[in-house]
Structures are given as C-alpha cells and as structure tokens.
C-alpha cells in the first residue's frame, strides 16, 4: 500500500464548476501537507500549505484536513480553463524532511 | 536567479552512458532536493541536501546515482551507465531552510535510448 493514494484522473469540467480533488494516507505521522499544481512540462508551483487538521481558504481555493479520516482534499470553486494541469497533494511529518507525494490527478476545464 | 533553474532542459542519451544534471538553487536556500517523475506518476524523494552534506541517500536508486552540492549552491545529479529505466524527468527543488516552502525548477526530461 503507497503512503499517499491519490486518484489520478482525468477528471474534466465545465467551466464554472466546483472540484474537488482528495488524497488519503496512511501515516498518521504526517502534519503538513500541501498541494501542488503542476502544468504540463514546469515544476511543481506550491498552491496550499497546511499543518495539522482544519481548513484553509486562499482565493479560489480551499484546502482540508481530516487527520482522524486521513484525508485531505482540495476544492476549487468557479473553475476556470487555465485551471486545468495536475495537481499533487503532498505530506510530511513534524521533523522530517522527505515529503510524500501523490501520482497526482489531472484535471481538464472545459471551455 | 529569481527562481530554481535546472539544466539541461532535455537530455537524450545513449544507454550505459554517464549524465550529469545541474541545479541552481535560489541564493541563500541552504535545503536543496532531487525528486524523480516518471511518467504519470508522483514524485519519487531521490536525496537532499542542508548545506553541502547529504544526511539521507536512502531515496537514491541503485549505487548508479551520486549527488553532490558545492558552495551551498550549485548541485549536480550523476547517473552512471544509463539505463532505459532511467528516463524520467528529474525534479529540484529548494527551500529556505528544511521545512519551509519549496520552490522547484522546471526539471530535466531524460530519455536512455
């Protein structure tokens, strides 16, 4: 069983809509976790930073943490084209250096 | 620079040759990371770096890949004798001290033909 389970799509929709994008884990040693959007042939660009469980509200975007579920999910709301790349949830524990990443799911935004 | 800069772009090479590829971190990180992405899949931890010294190498794959970090700046990640399981994009990342925001370069695509 991979640390980080992450579905990896695609996932396509209209323009408009709300995504949601989830990862689970298994390692309840993590406290941070992020998400990455990564577009096609560019590195990975840092989207959310959170540690520990709740929520976190940036813009567009909403990142939540279950840590008694280990889930953690990524909501976009009013999806726009340039939306569209893959996205990565990532996750470390307190102390550590290695982050654990997600294959990553790929998400299409339809004109 | 302003942001991570990885070189070459692109590296096409023949199976059993040596590559070597260059990351140039932002000044003043002192946390450098190598990361591997095969295609379609998530990154994969290779090594890291907190200054020059790399206290963990367990993430490289086979004793075919060696790092190393100069000057708190400039890395390079060797693979010797290519093999075709090594075409991946090699990600670098670096932060300003470990545990604190990332920053990755654009990645070299390395295909062993």
């Known amino acids: 069983q991979k640390e980080v389970e992450q579905d990896p799509g695609p996932l396509s929709v209209p323009e408009g809509a709300i995504v949601s994008l989830n990862c689970t884990y298994s390692n309840s040693a993590f406290q941070y976790f992020m998400w990455y959007r990564q577009y096609s042939r560019k590195g990975p660009e840092l989207l959310m930073y959170t540690y520990s469980s709740g929520n976190k509200e940036d813009g567009r975007f909403t990142a939540q943490v279950d840590k008694s579920s280990k889930y953690i999910s990524l909501f976009i709301r009013d999806s726009q084209p340039s939306d569209s790349a893959t996205y990565l949830c990532a996750m470390r524990g307190t102390g550590g250096f290695k982050t654990i990443f997600g294959a990553g799911t790929r998400l299409f935004v339809k004109a | 620079g302003a942001g991570v800069s990885q070189s070459p772009s692109n590296k096409v090479t023949e199976k059993g040759k040596d590559v070597e590829l260059r990351c140039d971190p932002i000044?003043?990180?002192?946390?450098l990371y190598w990361y591997r992405q095969r295609l379609g899949q998530g990154l994969e931890f290779l090594i890291y770096f907190q200054g020059n010294s790399a206290p963990d190498k367990s993430g490289l794959p086979s004793d075919r890949f060696s790092a190393e970090r100069t000057g708190e700046s400039v890395s390079t990640l060797t693979i010797q004798r290519t093999q075709q399981e090594d075409s991946a994009v090699y990600l670098c990342a670096s932060s300003l001290v470990v545990q604190a925001e990332a920053f990755f370069g654009q990645g070299t695509r390395l295909t062993v033909v």
């Open positions: 000044s003043g990180h002192t946390a």
